[in-house]
């Protein structure tokens, strides 16, 4: 399994010379071979390769460029094989096309030690041609073959992946349902409550006036390129923040818990819907809900634990939790009161409780203490355990159906008590 590591790096002002260099000569490589290779060999018919293109530069465009010579050459060989993997995920239809970069958007380049292997470890590490630089935090100890170096509002960081072995760790919980939202940024059926941050909402004041300061500002001149980085440095840190509270709310999701329930939200149409007013739409995208399962996704795999997706028309927030009745329940209404039992929940607590009794019952299912000829395993402990096949999944069907603890005939399976 491979893990990135990402961190910042401290730089003096030489340092962000080099770098913006070699970030410039990677973005008018990536032009030059899209404009004069790539594209016009498409139109004469042929089919470009990526060591036919970097052999015609090495011999007959790089000598009329004196000024490359002064910087690494292991930038361009990975310019053109990132090129190549660009078009190919376009033929394939998981992009769009190419397209050319623009200074100060996105700046990146990647360096290698000619196939050697670097070891890394500490706050400081030797990179080819560039030198000792020195990074905020440690990092641990690995070996890699090549780093990726990219700015970000004037900010340089470094990207590593490295090989890492999951590292299960002992759980504190067997089951944990999750309810994530908007008011909150996560609910969770033990009690606790993660605040939202709403980074995004908070800065509104502040980035409305950048842009205003920025709009005022002649095209070109320095007080502009002033103006707009301090805009930049303003999204980045909205950016950090919201980071920063949804990776603890992952890792402590993944480390303490061995089932988690969570539900399989449509975020891209709830953004899309035009009956949401433009202000929860904002909040919604603000949350990162998506980015939290994709966290939660590949967390559970570092740490040992199993990820239930709620079925996406499982009535959480309607049912009660203690007797399963079924209500509507308005957007508005922040407290669910069953009118059956009489139970008074938060409405996100009562969604996370149902999200938990929804995990219970899919891994119950593997416990039936029958005989059948496919031994099913419990997720849990591991062990396979005998059950009756098509009694299970009658009754898992019937539970995703009915949305409660009862059957079609109101007789409770001894599996969901």
């Known amino acids: 399994m491979q893990r990135a590591f990402k961190t910042k790096l401290k730089l003096n002002n030489r340092q962000k010379t080099l770098m913006a260099q070699h970030a410039g000569y990677s973005r008018w490589l990536w032009n030059w071979a899209l404009k004069n290779m790539w594209n016009e060999s498409y139109k004469a018919g042929l089919k470009p390769y990526a060591n036919k293109l970097k052999k015609f530069y090495t011999n007959h465009v790089k000598p009329q460029y004196p000024w490359q010579y002064t910087l690494s050459s ?72 090549r780093v990726t170096i990219s700015r970000v509002a004037d900010y340089w960081y470094i990207y590593l992946a490295y090989e890492l072995e999951p590292e299960p760790t002992v759980k504190c919980r067997e089951y944990l349902g999750v309810d994530v939202g908007v008011k909150v ?45 301090k805009l930049a440095k303003a999204h980045q840190r909205v950016a950090n923040i919201r980071k920063d509270a949804i990776q603890k709310l992952t890792s402590w999701l993944g480390k303490n818990h061995a089932v988690i329930g969570l539900e399989d939200l449509n975020v891209s149409g709830l953004l899309k ?31 040992g634990c199993s990820l239930v997706f709620v079925d996406r028309f499982y009535p959480s927030t309607k049912t009660c939790s203690s007797c399963g009745h079924v209500q509507e329940m308005p957007l508005k209404e922040r407290v669910f009161d069953c009118e059956v039992c009489g139970e008074v929940f938060d409405r996100d607590y009562n969604a996370s409780l149902n999200a938990r009794t929804f995990c219970r019952r899919l891994f119950g299912l593997s416990l039936w203490n029958r005989k059948c000829r496919h031994p099913m395993k419990n997720q849990v402990t591991g062990k396979k355990q005998e059950g009756n096949f098509n009694t299970v999944f009658t009754a898992l069907y019937q539970f995703l159906v009915a949305g409660n603890r009862r059957t079609c005939q109101g007789k409770r399976l001894k599996m969901f008590a």
């Open 74 to 145: 292991r930038v361009y060989q990975f310019v053109f094989m990132h090129l190549v993997e660009a078009f190919n995920r376009f033929f394939q239809g998981r992009a769009q096309h190419p397209k050319f970069k623009n200074k100060g958007r996105n700046d990146s380049f990647t360096l290698d030690n000619c196939g050697k292997v670097m070891e890394f470890s500490g706050t400081r590490l030797k990179l080819p041609f560039i030198g000792w630089v020195s990074t905020y935090e440690p990092l641990p100890g690995i070996q890699i073959k």
């Open 185 to 229: 940024l996560a609910t969770c059926s033990d009690g606790t409550v993660f605040p939202n941050p709403r980074a995004d909402k908070q800065a509104q004041k502040k980035l409305a006036r950048l842009q205003r300061e920025l709009s005022r500002r002649t095209m070109g001149s320095a007080n502009r390129n002033k103006t707009k980085l």
């Open 273 to 303: 819907n035009h009956k949401l007013a433009h202000k929860l739409a904002g909040a919604i995208a603000d949350s990162a809900l998506y980015e939290i399962r994709r966290q939660v996704e590949y967390k559970s795999e570092w740490y």
